[in-house]
């Protein structure tokens, strides 16, 4: 299943420093989204990306976070400045398509990266 | 804001065992309903969904009903087997891609 690939699987940082997270899309699809797991709670969107271009950004925090999806290669989420709270799983999905209400079918979803702040 | 609340796992049945994962939400408008599922090492897939009241989503001998008077769409299914053993993910949406999950229910079925 060539799917969507994310790396890396596991990423310990410090506070302070940065964390950066890639996401591959299955082949051929050109929208992609991040989605992040805080402990003990659901997966809660966080942006919609297209290539070049941000959809929606609606659940990023609106500091020291931001995501690309360049032309060439994979979308990338950055965080600066960890903190403690941003530790999570964070997971990357893509679809060929917008995805609409009756094609939730096309989202497929990465294994996440794991993201420890000590 | 929208919201979707799954009954706490871990969840452990036996071989052949019926299931019922509940699942009730809150939501503004009309939103479309999903389960997904989550294998050991794998990413999320989408196991069913529903776009209206009183919808049945089915796949793989799973079902779940959209019922809008209770806000709910549970999940079952009549006969589990241990290749089923997996993280289940109730979910909504309004626009289709901004998913709004659950926490998730672990599901371990034994022979």
């Known amino acids: 299943n060539a799917g969507v690939m994310q790396n890396p699987r596991h990423l310990v940082r410090r506070r302070g420093q940065e964390a950066r997270l890639r996401c591959s899309p299955v082949?051929?699809?050109?929208?992609v989204y991040w989605y992040r797991q805080l402990p003990e709670e659901g997966l809660k969107f966080m942006v919609y990306?297209?290539?070049?271009?941000?959809?929606?950004e609606s659940g990023m925090p609106k500091e020291r976070f931001s995501a690309e999806f360049p032309k060439e290669g994979p979308s990338i989420l950055r965080i600066q400045q960890v903190v403690r709270g941003d530790s999570a799983a964070y997971f990357c999905?893509?679809?060929?398509?917008?995805?609409?209400?009756?094609?939730?079918?096309?989202?497929?979803f990465g294994e996440g990266s794991w993201l420890t702040v000590v | 804001g929208d919201s979707v609340t799954q009954m706490e796992g871990p969840v452990t049945l036996s071989e052949e065992a019926f299931l019922t994962i509940n699942c009730t939400y809150t939501?503004?408008?009309?939103?479309?309903l999903f389960w997904y599922v989550q294998y050991p090492g794998e990413g999320l897939q989408l196991l069913l969904k529903?776009?209206?009241?009183?919808d049945k989503g089915s796949n793989k001998g799973f079902e779940a009903t959209y019922r809008k008077e209770t806000t709910s769409f549970h999940l079952e299914k009549g006969s589990v087997q241990v290749s089923d053993s997996a993280v289940y993910f109730c979910?909504?949406?309004?626009?289709?891609?901004?998913?709004?999950f659950g926490k998730g229910t672990s599901l371990l079925v034994t022979p």
């Open positions: 979910a909504l949406s309004t626009s289709g891609y901004a998913l709004n």
């Open positions: 990306l297209q290539k070049e271009n941000i959809i929606d």
């Open positions: 939501a503004t408008g009309y939103p479309s």
């Open positions: 529903a776009t209206k009241a009183d």
């Open positions: 999905a893509s679809s060929p398509f917008a995805a609409g209400d009756n094609t939730g079918n096309t989202i497929y």
């Open positions: 082949k051929g699809h050109s929208h």
